[in-house]
């Protein structure tokens, strides 16, 4: 990181994936089902709306921006937990996924599910606008159980490796318990909870919207404190104490940080897949370096932009509605992932 | 001296749920001292890195002391104890993307902010640790892509950076080719005599350790631990009793291990250049006493740069060693 040119390097890559997230931030707003020309969206934006169809108005502020703002800063979370977990267990297949706190999520649901017909013998699907509270909140607990369960087992185990397989347990365990309450559940409810499963960046309104932002912001910037201990991981555990780290307390904080901000953005959105796996893996590659201090700024911006890219896929002109995100996500990072792998790998020089 | 290490009737070992903890050998009473270059040696299994982890403070000690400076390991913080000593491992770091410099700023880390901004002393002693290791036109280069000496080079060069009165290395030389080997212990030899660093390496490479180390730590399942220069153990029979097997000693006119050999047969060798050292060596190993030329009638001698093969009746010459032992062969 000294010399100065890698460094200029570093800061373009970052400027070019500014500039990227705002554009596709951009079209995400000016695309859609509807078609509303430019001139009007900068009048909505700016508040100078007078002279603009009310209900052009009404898509643009309680649809499209809220679903932008969504994805950017899901996307954003998802990507930055990723690296997290990559960086702590030093497999370049973690995900935030993997100590099991979307499979909590998705228990909570399930759940949820099962109770409500238990209970009042309606389905969830039925309720409403209690819906969609009910569900977040249930995802929400799901995945805090998980993550508290982990955070405790972290402080007694002998290392990270015998962590991410507790954590891999764990998340087997949460999956077929969820599977058993599928199968006694409802067929509206089974239904409900598979559209759930594919995520979507559109439930958040615009009443909600500022909580959902500044909660996961706090998680993202905290990250910025996991920078050092990061860095230092990287050389292995034995290293780490040496270099004088207190190893288990800065991975209780790291599965912590990357384990909150999994369970909010599932929460609100559904368990977004993908995006937390990729976006480290063309981080590293854009940037060539393993440093985190680049790194989690590079994750951060690569994370927005690759998730406006899909809402904006998911909801392509022509298309009439939403396709399930996580559908989008797979189909459109998979492929990258595999052409990062396959290319000739250049050193870093 | 300046004693820097104490270890006083340390005993090392591993729990055992519900037993007492298993020591591995008696207590352990030793010192290292400024600019000591010493290496930890014994056979596969005599607890060499159980005494390592203990020393890195890796691991507890079931009972005894080690005392840094004169006090405790235990009594030290984890930051005081980064700058008191750093540790070389066999473990590598694996990250595609790292860099040679960045591994050798991880020395700096204990000494940096929350941020890990180096400032330009930290630089400095980077660019000074990476010259003293003389690998600064790697310092830009991935880690991965080095051979395995060039790495082991880094993670010296990590050490010094991290500038802490003693370094201990786990195998150092353990992947390492030959001439490797011996550069690392003339690098190590060098950080010890000249800039006074203590130097704590572990190996099992007897011949290296004989031939670069100032003094050696024996050890060996269930024997205590002992401490003296190579000449001495070897001399007093340390090494044998340590490293000896039933049918392998260590040759005190060689310096290397030996099989108790049975010879099946007796040959003459009359030669007075280099040669006699190989031939007799080639000898040996096919399983011939070497004797004077005087007291056999087969024996053999050099003619320009020919073998001759003499025995009571006629005279043969060979163009190389294997010739020649092929033609003994067949004599026997």
Not at chain 1, 37 to 63: G, W
Not at chain 1, 304 to 327: E, H, Q, T, V
Not at chain 2, 46 to 69: D, H, V
Not at chain 2, 181 to 206: P, R, V, W
Request: glycine letters at 6%.
């Amino acid at each position: 990181m000294t010399d100065t040119h890698s460094l200029t390097k570093t800061y373009q890559a970052m400027f070019f994936l500014m500039v990227l997230g705002l554009l596709l931030f951009f079209v995400n707003i000016l695309f859609g089902s509807v078609v509303i020309d430019f001139q009007d969206i900068m009048r909505i934006l700016f508040n100078d709306e007078i002279n603009v169809d009310p209900a052009k108005v009404a898509i643009v502020r309680s649809f499209r921006f809220p679903q932008a703002v969504v994805a950017a800063v899901a996307g954003a979370s998802l990507a930055v937990a990723g690296l997290l977990m990559q960086t702590l267990f030093r497999n370049p297949l973690a995900d935030p996924s993997i100590l099991g706190i979307s499979a909590g999520s998705s228990l909570g649901v399930a759940v949820l599910l099962m109770a409500t017909a238990a209970f009042s013998g309606a389905s969830v699907a039925s309720l409403g606008i209690w819906a969609s509270l009910g569900v977040g909140f249930a995802a929400f607990s799901g995945a805090l159980l998980v993550l508290v369960l982990i955070l405790v087992i972290s402080t007694r185990v002998r290392n990270v490796v015998s962590l991410l397989i507790v954590g891999i347990m764990i998340a087997y365990i949460a999956g077929s318990l969820t599977g058993l309450l599928k199968y006694y559940s409802s067929k509206e409810d089974v239904q409900a909870f598979v559209i759930w499963g594919m995520g979507t960046f559109s439930n958040v309104g615009t009443s909600q919207l500022p909580v959902f932002t500044l909660l996961l912001l706090f998680g993202i910037l905290a990250t910025i404190f996991l920078a050092k201990p990061l860095n230092i991981m990287l050389l292995g555990e034995n290293y780490a104490k040496n270099l004088g780290l207190h190893v288990k307390r800065n991975s209780f904080l790291i599965i912590l940080i990357s384990g909150y901000l999994t369970a909010v953005v599932t929460a609100y959105a559904g368990p977004i897949a993908f995006i937390g796996l990729a976006v480290p893996h063309i981080a590293r590659n854009l940037f060539r370096t393993s440093d985190h201090r680049v790194l989690i700024p590079g994750t951060i911006l690569a994370g927005m932009a690759l998730a406006l890219f899909c809402n904006l896929i998911s909801r392509l002109p022509g298309l009439d509605g939403n396709l399930p995100i996580n559908a989008v996500t797979s189909l459109i990072g998979a492929p990258f992932v595999i052409w990062i792998i396959m290319r000739k790998r250049q050193l870093p020089s | 001296m300046n004693k820097l290490l104490e270890i006083q009737a340390l005993e090392i070992g591993y729990a055992q749920k519900g037993k007492r903890p298993l020591s591995l050998l008696p207590p352990i009473s030793v010192n290292l001292c400024e600019g000591d270059f010493v290496a930890l040696s014994g056979p596969n299994g005599a607890g060499k890195t159980t005494l390592f982890r203990t020393l890195t403070a890796a691991l507890p000690p079931i009972s005894g002391c080690i005392s840094f400076l004169g006090k405790p390991l235990q009594d030290y913080s984890a930051k005081e104890k980064a700058s008191l000593f750093s540790i070389v491992l066999t473990e590598r770091p694996d990250d595609f993307f790292m860099k040679v410099f960045d591994i050798v700023a991880a020395g700096r880390y204990p000494f940096t902010g929350w941020y890990a901004k180096l400032d330009k002393k930290d630089v400095a002693m980077i660019e000074e640790s990476l010259e003293r290791v003389a690998i600064q036109d790697l310092a830009q280069r991935a880690f991965v892509s080095l051979s395995d000496g060039e790495k082991q080079k880094v993670m010296i060069a990590k050490a010094l950076a991290q500038n802490t009165p003693v370094i201990f290395l786990d195998e150092p030389t353990a992947f390492l080719d030959f001439p490797s080997k011996l550069e690392l212990m003339h690098l190590l030899q060098k950080l010890a005599h000249e800039d006074q660093k203590t130097i704590l390496f572990s190996s099992h490479d007897l011949e290296l350790m004989l031939r670069s180390a100032d003094k050696m730590w024996l050890m060996a399942k269930n024997q205590p631990l002992i401490s003296g220069i190579p000449e001495d153990l070897v001399l007093s029979d340390a090494i044998n009793n340590y490293f000896g097997r039933n049918n392998l000693s260590f040759d005190l006119n060689s310096g290397h291990f030996m099989e108790q050999p049975q010879y099946h047969g007796k040959i003459g060798l009359n030669i007075h250049s280099v040669e006699a050292k190989w031939v007799a060596h080639a000898l040996q190993r096919k399983g011939y006493q070497v004797i004077e030329p005087q007291n056999t009638n087969i024996f053999v001698e050099l003619q320009g740069h020919q073998y001759e093969l003499r025995t009571n009746d006629r005279i043969q010459t060979y163009q190389s060693i294997e010739k020649l032992l092929y033609a003994i062969h067949k004599i026997h």
